[in-house]
Antibody, heavy 120, light 109 residues
Framework: EGQLVESGGGVARPGASLRLSCVASGFRFDEYGMSWVRQVPGKGLEWVSG????????TYADSVRGRFTISRDNAKSSLYLQMHSVRAEDTALYHCVREDYLSYDAFDIWGQGTMVTVSS | EVVLTQSPGTLSLSPGDRATLSCRASQSVNSRYFAWYQHKAGQAPRLLIY???SRATGIPDRFSGGGSGTDFTLTISRLEPEDFAVYYCQQYGTSTRVPFGGGTKVEIK
């Protein structure tokens, strides 16, 4: 079964930049769309950004559009989230997720997440 | 923009009880792109139901989903100890919006 492992989280000052990474294993990474979903501790889930299988179609939540950029390297089975101008409200656990075309693109594999804390 | 509202916020039940969770959309959605997830503290969320009523791989048949249009339900026929968790509904498959509901916590009574 597939696995996703995120890294790159940490503590950042407001206005700083951060790059999250996600490495996939156990499945053909280049066949699937991927997304980032975040969760503020004690709160609900929020979809952040999605990218189709070849990186040609990226989508963003209104809350991050213009500040975050999603990308992928299929040769490395890796997904990235470049975060610029981070804000306190970006503090959350960021999960990398797979969109399964066999289940109409539902999010069938989730990583454990990497924590981002934005604080001065 | 579709807003998903889950009710109740918390459900207090005992093992063996039947649980019925509701998710209402602010406008009609395509049930093909409707899902339910289970989330336990310290774990990654898990896909339970996709296409409104299809169980994901490995999900026990005590979990069932139904509904269409604006009203969807997740039913757990008999609660097992491992089912106490937070459940989220989601509408996906659109290019720019992938909303989740606010979640229903199923707790032990």
């Amino acid at each position: 079964e597939g696995q996703l492992v995120e890294s790159g989280g940490g503590v950042a000052r407001p206005g700083a930049s951060l790059r999250l990474s996600c490495v996939a294993s156990g499945f053909r990474f280049d066949e699937y769309g991927m997304s980032w979903v975040r969760q503020v501790p004690g709160k609900g889930l929020e979809w952040v950004s999605g990218l189709n299988w070849n990186g040609g179609d990226a989508t963003y939540a209104d809350s991050v559009r213009g500040r975050f950029t999603i990308s992928r390297d299929n040769a490395k089975s890796s997904l990235y989230l470049q975060m610029h101008s981070v804000r306190a409200e970006d503090t959350a656990l960021y999960h990398c997720v797979r969109e399964d075309y066999l289940s109409y693109d539902a999010f069938d594999i989730w990583g454990q997440g990497t924590m981002v804390t934005v604080s001065s | 923009e579709v807003v998903l509202t889950q009710s109740p916020g918390t459900l207090s039940l005992s093992p063996g009880d039947r649980a019925t969770l509701s998710c209402r959309a602010s406008q009609s959605v395509n049930s093909r792109y409707f899902a339910w997830y289970q989330h336990k503290a310290g774990q990654a969320p898990r896909l339970l139901i996709y296409g409104a009523s299809s169980r994901a791989t490995g999900i026990p048949d005590r979990f069932s989903g139904g509904g269409s249009g604006t009203d969807f339900t997740l039913t757990i026929s008999r609660l097992e100890p491992e089912d106490f968790a937070v459940y989220y509904c989601q509408q996906y498959g659109t290019s720019t919006r992938v909303p989740f509901g606010g979640g229903t916590k199923v707790e032990i009574k």
